[in-house]
């Protein structure tokens, strides 16, 4: 039997645990530790860890102070819910499976998104969790404005990802 994610009570957070995937959206400070941790099976002998963080400068904007994440969160979950699925499918020897996100202001160096995958081999989860990134970043309703030295706009970045989507759509 799958153990629950250790929760703290209290918090802003839309959570979805589902026994081997993990799925948060959440203002909280993102819990690196315990979701390597929880990732561990034994069944597994890799565990891959992707920890995005905030870093002081984009694409032509030196001297970043500020990201505000905002998200639709009941889509997101369902967006990320869908990833995991399809990540399972295209590798199901994954074991444990966590997509986490951050909203709110953040500042250089904090944690916006964790994405952790265990599998029996390193190949695997390598290549899942690096498709679970791409996928948090082209498919999940989560919006980033940046905040810098000269001014603050909303960011566009996006990434096209193939292999992940629905079935009936092509690409994506």
């Known amino acids: 039997m799958a153990q629950a994610p ?8 839309n959570r979805q645990f589902t026994g ?11 819990p690196l530790g315990l979701v ?20 002081d400068h984009s694409e032509g904007r030196a001297g970043v102070v500020l990201l505000e994440y905002e ?14 699925a399809g990540l399972r499918r295209r590798w199901p020897v994954v074991g444990k499976l966590a997509l986490l996100h951050r909203t709110g ?26 498709c679970g990134i791409d996928a948090i970043k082209s498919r999940v309703p989560i919006w980033k404005r940046e905040t810098w ?13 193939e292999g992940l989507a629905p079935s009936g759509e092509k690409g994506a």
Do not use: N
Request: aromatic residues 8%; charged residues 20%.
């Open 36 to 55: 390597a941790s929880w990732a561990v099976a034994p069944q597994c002998g890799a565990l891959v860890l992707f920890a995005g963080t905030v870093r």
């Open 6 to 13: 250790p929760f703290s009570t209290g918090c802003a957070s």
């Open 149 to 161: 030295e000269g001014g603050a706009d909303w960011s566009a970045e996006a990434c096209q990802l």
């Open 105 to 130: 202001p953040l500042r250089p160096t904090d944690t916006s998104v964790l994405v952790a995958v265990s599998a029996p081999h390193r190949a695997e989860a390598f290549e899942a969790a690096r």
């Open 20 to 30: 081997q995937d993990w799925l948060e959206v959440t203002t909280e400070e993102l």
């Open 71 to 84: 998200a639709y969160e009941s889509a997101a979950l369902q967006k990320m819910a869908e990833i995991a």
